[in-house]
Nanobody, 126 residues
Framework: QVRLVESGGGSVQTGGSLKLSCAASGNTRMTNCMGWFRQVPGKEREGVATIYTGGSSTYYVDSVKDRFTISQDNAKNATYLQMTSLKPEDTAMYYC???????????????????WGQGTQVTVSS
C-alpha cells in the first residue's frame, strides 16, 4: 500500500504563489507516475499535472501551463507542485495521487490512479 500526505495549501491573493508537497510512504516502488488533481464542490475532479518518476516526462492542463511546475524528489519520495501567478479560478481542494504506468507517455491524468491523499485546500482571493 502507498500512503500520500499533502501539505502546503493555504489562502493567498491573486498573483501569489504556493508550493504544495506530497509525501509518499509505504511500498512506493509500486508507483512511477505521480499526479496533482483538484476539485471544487459540485464540479468534476480535474487533472492539473503529472510527472513520470521513472524519467522526466511531465504533463500540464492548459489552464496552468507556464504558471505551475511539478517536480519529484525520488530520494525523499516527495512530489511538489509550485504554483505561481495564482488566480481565483485555481481555488480548489488539491489532491496528490499515484499509480504505475508502462511508460512516461501514459503518465497522464487519464491513467487510473489507485492511491490518493486526503487533499489540501488552496484558496485564491481577488
Amino acid at each position: 500500500q502507498v500512503r500520500l500526505v499533502e501539505s502546503g495549501g493555504g489562502s493567498v491573493q491573486t498573483g501569489g504563489s504556493l508550493k504544495l508537497s506530497c509525501a509518499a510512504s509505504g511500498n512506493t516502488r509500486m508507483t512511477n507516475c505521480m499526479g496533482w488533481f483538484r476539485q471544487v464542490p459540485g464540479k468534476e475532479r480535474e487533472g492539473v499535472a503529472t510527472i513520470y518518476t521513472g524519467g522526466s516526462s511531465t504533463y500540464y492542463v492548459d489552464s496552468v501551463k507556464d504558471r505551475f511546475t511539478i517536480s519529484q524528489d525520488n530520494a525523499k519520495n516527495a512530489t511538489y507542485l509550485q504554483m505561481t501567478s495564482l488566480k481565483p479560478e485555481d481555488t480548489a481542494m488539491y489532491y496528490c495521487a499515484a499509480t504505475r504506468v508502462g511508460s512516461g507517455g501514459y503518465c497522464r491524468p487519464s491513467a487510473v490512479f489507485g492511491h490518493w491523499g486526503q487533499g489540501t485546500q488552496v484558496t485564491v482571493s481577488s
